[in-house]
């Protein structure tokens, strides 16, 4: 019986791997962060213009249904220097085909700092993540994304104010 599932787990897996068609690609953007803060800041806490770049996978399915899995380096937070909060994120995006052209996707958003200087963040960060991607041709697209912070940003040891990032991505890539 064991032999059974194990052969069954095989085949699914199998199916599912080769029937459809996962594409490659890179993909740049341009940030506009910020951090809300709880309670308000006493100080002006001004939105932060960066960049994001990385690579993906896009894990087909079915013909509307395939997931996306990232790994992309992120400039985000507030424009202070002791506000700024740059990561590398893995997005996982469920996405849906709208049409030929537009893709609807949303998931979870795991983040690791990757700034030494800001010891009072924490270490790892999640969060929330939405958007729309256009494709141009087969392989050139564009599109604009949306995350939330799930989980405070700054140490919890260290302060009772809370901190989340959120960032308004606007993109372009190619799929190879």
Known sequence: MKSFFTLLLFVSISTLTFSQENRYGVRGGLNVSN????????????????????????????????????????????????LK??????????????????????????SLKTWKNND?????????????????TDELFIDARYSYGITNILDKDLTTVEAKNSNIQFGFGIKI
Do not use: C, W
Request: hydrophobic share 40%; glycine share 14%.
């Open 120 to 136: 009072g963040f924490s270490t790892f960060a999640f969060s929330g993540i939405g958007g729309l991607e256009y494709m141009i």
């Open 85 to 110: 909060a740059d990561y590398i994120q893995m997005p996982i995006m469920f996405r849906f085909a709208l049409t030929d052209k537009l893709t609807f996707g949303a998931g979870p958003m795991a």
């Open 35 to 82: 951090l809300d803060f709880t309670p308000d800041p006493t100080f002006t806490n001004d939105h932060r213009n960066g960049f994001a770049f990385g690579g993906f996978v896009d894990y087909g399915v079915s013909d509307s249904f395939s997931i996306l899995v990232e790994l992309q380096y992120s400039a985000e937070g507030g424009k202070a220097d002791e």
